[in-house]
């Protein structure tokens, strides 16, 4: 147990992995630093080792270097130029056989690079006996880079070596992504416009004197497309985008990156808590009666399928969950009905989808009234078999429980009479289709009905009731037509009087104008207003 804890130990002291938050030590400038007193000089190294030497009687790695350390750090230039260095510091206990440090690292595709740190001569006497200290930081290396450090004695002595891995710091860590190019990524921040579907981008910390991508993507093993895209200038005043957006996905994301070779990435994904967006897009092919879901987002959820009560809690359907994450999922043999939904659960949290809440049956209990009582049939659009029975509720069963169940087979189109056993009143029937593996259970319960006095008493005054109002209505309508008749009769009758009334007043007219005779036997005309009113009558004379 104990060497295992010593090699964990080892290999968190010698990771470079930093705190995304953790600042790298600044230096100016590279260089070689020795203990008070020694002179140090550096060169590059060759690159082949040489070979080898035996070493002095009691030389070995244990005794020669002591507290070896790696670390990281960083030297600019100026904004946005900077570059890592690799240090490496070790105690190194001094002998007249020691003339020097080598320090080399390799990595994988790469050369290897060594650094030789020579002692003069006055100075390794006069400190020879005594641990020193040797600092270098000449070695640049990249972000995230895997290195095997080795270090040795000059000249080399066989056996007398150090080696160790190590992993420089890795883009995550925000002193790289301000300062080091290869980090660069710039930041994003956005303000959502739900009702517009539009998100608005703000770029800060960009790689200067680059343009800069944005696009969306639907993030997975790689950032995926969606063929919204923008690219913002390097002249721009303000570094700001808008892009469009369908639908809020969690893995919807904006990814933005500069314009340069190979450049990183970054990305944020506005609507990663929007795990209800994606219980969406239910099919059903009513030929192979399968339901299908495939999830747009990579997601870890269970899927099921699950039968709704009036109550509205949704109870698990038996032998129906699947594990989902990238696949499409399918139920085979389900029956639609309003009540079958499809349950999605991701830990603690569950969401209801009823794809046919709409309406959408493949058959229905068709219910009729008739003396008093409620009568049942099935019609189903396909050919179909049931299982029908009562449905029996207790004190003790409050759930329900079937008992004397019966099979229907019912032909598409056709609907078939359920011939109800039993009480009439407060009687509940359980349907359910049997020729599927998925189905909902429908249960109807009778509505409180009449006794069967007042249901026969209701029966025979309804008899009374029809044929009196048939005979009052019949009446009324001969009624109407009679008076209609009398009233056009008496208009007729007030026409044709009109008319005689007409002639009598012409004969008065024409006896008024008769000649009167007068005594001394002239005739006088009267006036005739009606041919002017200055005329005078005539005298006639006979």
Same mark, same amino acid.
């Given at each position: ?372 009582? #409620? ?6 659009? %396909? +050919? !179909? $078999?049931?299982? /029908? ?119 008065? #007219? ?6 009167? %005779? +007068? !005594? $001394?036997?002239? /005739? ?19």
């Amino acid at each position: 147990m104990i060497p295992w804890l010593a090699l964990l130990m080892s290999y968190c002291c010698l990771n470079g992995a930093t705190g995304e938050g953790t600042q790298l030590e600044r230096i100016e400038r590279c260089q070689t630093r020795c203990s008070q007193g020694l002179i140090c000089k550096t060169r590059t190294d060759y690159w082949f080792a040489p070979v080898c030497q035996d070493p002095t009687k009691g030389l070995n790695s244990t005794t020669v270097f002591h507290n070896v350390g790696i670390s990281t750090v960083m030297r600019c230039e100026e904004k946005q130029k900077c570059m890592l260095h690799l240090r490496i510091q070790t105690v190194v206990q001094l002998t007249d056989s020691i003339h020097g440090v080598s320090i080399c690292t390799n990595s994988a595709g790469m050369m290897t690079n060594c650094h030789i740190i020579n002692f003069t001569k006055a100075s390794r006497r006069l400190m020879s006996g005594l641990p020193v200290t040797v600092d270098n930081d000449f070695t640049e290396v990249s972000p995230n880079q895997q290195l095997q450090v080795i270090v040795k004695t000059v000249p080399s002595y066989c056996g007398i070596t150090w080696a160790s891995k190590y992993l420089t710091p890795e883009c995550f860590n925000k002193d790289l992504r301000k300062n080091v190019p290869e980090c660069i990524t710039g930041t994003l921040s956005y303000t959502v416009n739900p009702e517009k579907k539009e998100l608005t981008i703000n770029v800060s910390d960009m790689l200067q004197d680059y343009n800069y991508h944005l696009r969306l993507c639907h993030k997975d093993f790689i950032c995926t497309g969606t063929g919204i895209y923008n690219l913002i200038k390097k002249e721009q005043p303000i570094k700001s985008a808008v892009l469009p957006y369908s639908r809020p996905l969690p893995c919807l994301c904006i990814e933005g990156w500069s314009a340069v070779m190979d450049a990183p990435r970054v990305q944020v994904c506005p609507f990663k808590d929007h795990l209800e967006e994606l219980w969406f897009g239910i099919t059903f092919d009513p030929l192979e009666e399968a339901l299908i879901w495939e999830p747009v987002c990579p997601v870890t959820a269970v899927a099921g399928l699950c039968e709704k009560r009036e109550d509205g809690v949704c109870v698990d359907l038996p032998d129906s969950s699947h594990n989902v994450s990238r696949e499409k999922i399918r139920f085979a043999k389900v029956d639609p009905h309003p009540q079958l939904c499809m349950k999605f659960t991701i830990g603690s949290q569950s969401w209801i989808r009823c794809p046919f809440a709409d309406g959408i049956k493949a058959w229905d209990v068709i219910v009729s009234r008739r003396h008093g009582h #409620e009568e049942l049939q099935i019609l189903s659009r %396909v +050919t !179909a $078999k049931f299982s /029908v029975g009562p449905w029996v509720t207790s004190a003790e069963s409050p759930v329900g429980q079937t008992t004397n169940m019966k099979f229907v087979d019912v032909e598409k189109q056709k609907p078939v009479e359920l011939e109800l056993k039993g009480e009439q009143c407060n009687f509940c029937q359980q349907v359910k289709r049997i020729d599927v593996k998925y189905a909902a259970t429908v249960v109807h319960c009778t509505k409180l009905c009449m006794s069967r006095a007042t249901s026969l008493a209701s029966y025979d005054l309804t008899w009374i009731i029809l044929p009196a109002a048939a005979c009052l209505s019949a009446i009324i309508i001969i009624t109407l037509v009679l008076c209609l008749l009398i009233t056009v009769y008496r208009r007729r009758k007030e026409k044709r009087r009109g008319v005689c009334l007409s002639g009598k007043q012409t004969d008065t #007219e024409v006896s008024e104008v008769q000649v009167q %005779v +007068t !005594a $001394k036997g002239r /005739v006088l005309i009267p006036d005739a207003p009606k041919y002017g009113n200055n005329e005078k009558a005539n005298l006639l004379l006979n």
